[in-house]
C-alpha cells in the first residue's frame, strides 16, 4: 500500500489517498467497447492467488458488475478452476446483467398497466405491475415496473433478480428451466412488451481459464465495467456491528455479518457491500504525517459558532516521549480574543500531569485570558494521545486562531516522530495514522435565510445531529428536527389509493411500508387518503407506513437563500468504524507524488 496525503492549512482536515497493490491473481482486459458488443478477457493465476486476510478461501475470486444505480454486486467466492458455464450463471445471477429481458415501446396512456407474469414451481401466475401515467417515458415505465418486481417477496425470494437498463427490465431468472416469463398489457394498451430469453452475457474458455465474457442482447453496444478480486486481494474482514442503518434506500441494515475489504482496484478501496450511490462511507485521518509529534485536528461539530457555540480544538500527541511543544493564538483587532501569545507545554508520560501542563500553557497566553479549557486525556484508533480544548463561544471559529508551532525538540527524533524533512523529503521514522469511516449522504434541497431546508429529494437516512454542510450553511450546522412520521394505512394491491390519516402529510414525502414499491411518494393528500406515485404491490389493512417529509430545521440559520436543487451532504456527527494501526514507514517520498512510501 502507499499513501498521498495533503494538509490544506493549520486545525483544517487533510487529505489521505491509497492505493493498494497485492498479487495480480485476477487479470481483466476489455475490447470492442461501444462499438460493438463488450468483451473482456479474464485470467486467473491460480499460482499467486492465495488467501488474503479476508473471509474467501484460497484460490478463489469473484466478479462484480455495476447496476444501474453504478452500484458493484460480487458473485459468491467461485473456485480458479470454474468452468465457462457456472461462471456464466453466477454472472447472470446479478442484478443488472439477467438472463432474461423484457423491452417496453409504443406511447404511454394513463392508467394503462403494464405486467409481467412469472409460472412455473410454487409459482402461479405471480404478477407484477406498473399503472402508467400520463407522461412517463418508456424508461419511467421500465424503471417501475422494476421496483414493483424487487417489491416481490415471492419472486426475489426464490432467487430473482431486477434493474433496469433505458426502457429494458433485467430479469436473473435463477432456473429458467422452471420458471417462465410472460407478458401483459391492459387498458388501451398502447405499449407493447417484448421478451427475449436469451441471456446477456456469455462466457466462453476452458476450465480455469482464461475466459472471454461477452456482454451482447440488452447490454450489447455499450461499455460495460467488470471488476475482479481474488482470495490474495483481501485486506480484511470486518465485523459489520456497527449498529447503524442506510435506510430503505441502500436496501440494507447493517447489524451483522463481515465487511470484506480488497484492493487492487483504480479507484482504491472497493468494500464487499452494496450501498447507494448517495449513501457512502467518507474516510477522515486524525494523524497523517505532520511536520511534528503534536497536532491539532477539528473534530466533528467541533467548529465555534460566536455567541452560540464554542470551538472544540483536539491536541493530537503522536508518539513523543520527551522535549516541549508550543501552543500559538492570534486574533488581531479589539475584539472578543484579541492578541497574540505563544505558550510552552513541556512533553511528560503522566497524561494527566501533560493536561495540567497545556492548561498552564493556554491560561499563559493574552487573548485567551482563560476561556480555553483542557479536557482528560483521550486515546484515538492510532494509540495517540488526544486532549480536547473547548473555547469560549464568545472566540467562535478559532481554526485560524489556535495553532501548534513547528517544534524540532519533539522526541524521540529530532524532527519528531512523523516529521517530514525539508528539503530532503525524509520521514525519519515512521508514522502511524488511523482512518475512521462516517456515515454521509448527498441529497438535493434549497435552503432558505432560515432553519429551514425544503425541497428535499429524500430524507430517508437522515436522522438529528447529523452534520450539514453545503452553500450557504453555516460551519457546526446539525440537523435539529425531522418531522418522520409514521401512521396506519390500508392498500389494495395494484391501487394507487391508500386509505390513512392525512394530518400532517403533504405531496412529495416518500412513503415505505412492506406493500408499497421503493420510491414510492405521496402524489396527492387527501381527506383520509392519498394517490401514490406508485401502485401499492400487495394488500395491507391497518399496516404500518412511514412518511419522510421533504423539509427539516438546522440547529443555525442559512446565511443565503439557493436555487432549489443545491447538493446538501449530510454527515454523522461520529465515525461508524476506526482503522488503527497503519503506519508509513521511515524512508525519502515526495508529497502528492507516486509512488511514496508502503503503508
Known sequence: MTADYAIPGPSLP??????????????????????????????????????????????????????????????????????????????????????????????????????????????SNETVSYTVKAGDTLNAMAAGLVAAAQADTNL?????????????????????????????????ATETIALNTAA?????????????????NALGNTPETLRGVGSADELAAIPLDLGFNFGNLAHLAVTKGMLDIYAGFAAGMTFGVDLSPNVQPIVGAPATTPSTGVTLLTPPGGVGVTGQSGAVED??????????????????????????????????SNSSTL?????????????????????????????????AVTFDKSLGDVRTSFSVADDETIGPATKG???????????????????????????????????????????????????????????????????????TGSTTSGSTTMSVSTTGLSEGEIVTGA????????????????????????????ASFTFYPTSLQLSQTATATNINGENLTFVSPTAVENFASLSVPAGTYSPNASPNPPV
Request: net charge negative.
Open 355 to 387: 493536561q495540567s501542563n497545556i492548561q498552564a500553557a493556554l491560561n499563559s497566553i493574552t487573548g485567551l485570558n482563560g476561556n480555553a479549557t483542557v479536557g482528560a486525556a483521550t486515546t484515538n484508533a492510532a494509540g495517540d494521545l488526544v486532549f
Open 156 to 188: 426475489t425470494g426464490i432467487g430473482f433478480a431486477f434493474d433496469v437498463d433505458s426502457a429494458a427490465v433485467l430479469v436473473s431468472n435463477p432456473n429458467a428451466g422452471t420458471y417462465t416469463l410472460g407478458q401483459n398489457v391492459t387498458g388501451a
Open 14 to 123: 487533510g487529505s489521505l489517498s491509497f492505493t493498494i497493490r497485492t498479487p495480480r491473481a485476477v487479470e481483466l482486459d476489455p475490447s470492442t467497447a461501444g462499438n460493438g458488443d463488450q468483451k473482456y478477457k479474464v485470467t486467473i493465476d491460480d499460482s499467486v492467488n492465495t488467501a488474503g486476510n479476508g473471509s474467501d478461501a484460497s484460490h478463489t475470486f469473484r466478479l462484480g458488475f455495476a447496476d444501474s444505480n453504478g452500484v458493484y454486486h460480487f458473485t459468491s467466492a467461485l473456485a480458479d478452476s470454474i468452468g465457462p458455464t457456472a461462471l456464466e450463471a453466477a454472472l447472470v445471477a446479478l442484478p443488472g446483467i439477467g438472463n432474461q429481458t423484457a423491452t417496453i415501446s409504443g406511447t404511454a396512456t394513463a392508467g394503462d398497466k403494464v405486467q409481467l407474469t412469472f409460472n412455473g414451481g410454487a409459482l
Open 417 to 487: 516522530a512523523q516529521a517530514t524533512g525539508s528539503p530532503d523529503s525524509i520521514l525519519a521514522n515512521s508514522a502511524n495514522f488511523s482512518v475512521q469511516l462516517f456515515n454521509t449522504q448527498t441529497v438535493s434541497g434549497q435552503t432558505h435565510s432560515s432553519t429551514t431546508i425544503d425541497h428535499l429529494s429524500t430524507t430517508q437516512g437522515l436522522s438529528v445531529g447529523m452534520i450539514v454542510i453545503g452553500n450557504g450553511i453555516q460551519a457546526g450546522t446539525t440537523i435539529a428536527s425531522i418531522a418522520t412520521t409514521t401512521l
Open 315 to 348: 491536541i493530537v500527541v503522536h508518539n513523543v516521549d520527551s522535549g516541549t511543544f508550543k501552543l500559538g493564538w492570534s486574533v488581531s483587532g479589539s475584539g472578543s480574543g484579541s492578541g497574540s501569545g505563544v505558550g510552552a507545554v513541556t512533553f511528560s
Open 515 to 542: 406493500t408499497v414499491a421503493t420510491g414510492t411518494t405521496i402524489h396527492i393528500a387527501g381527506l383520509n387518503t392519498v394517490t401514490l406515485s406508485r401502485a401499492a404491490t400487495g394488500n395491507a389493512s391497518s
Open 200 to 216: 446477456d452475457v456469455n462466457v466462453s474458455g476452458s476450465s480455469g481459464g482464461p475466459f472471454t465474457i461477452e456482454f451482447q
